[in-house]
């Protein structure tokens, strides 16, 4: 750890993001790290890549609430 001597990189921070994740975020860390190599994106890149899957999750979830609504009527 940085207290210990040792350089915390980006990669390194990402990787331990990815790591520390809930497990319901697993199939997300499993897209990103098929896609790219986690230890050498950005912090940057690393939360653009989740808060892309998150958008798209609620853009789901508000097509299945309208869905669920007109089928009610």
């Known amino acids: ?4 001597g040792e350089t915390l990189t980006d990669g390194k921070i990402c990787e331990k ?3 520390s994740l809930l497990e319901k975020y697993d199939y997300i860390v499993c897209a990103i790290e098929e896609s ?6 950005s912090l940057e890149e690393l939360q653009s890549s989740l808060e892309a899957r998150e958008l798209r999750l609620l853009e789901r979830n508000k097509k299945k609430i309208v869905e669920q ?4 009527q």
Do not use: F
């Open 69 to 72: 609504a007109l089928l009610a």
């Open 36 to 41: 790219k190599e986690v230890s050498e994106m």
């Open 17 to 19: 993001i990815t790591r």
């Open 1 to 4: 750890m940085a207290t210990q």
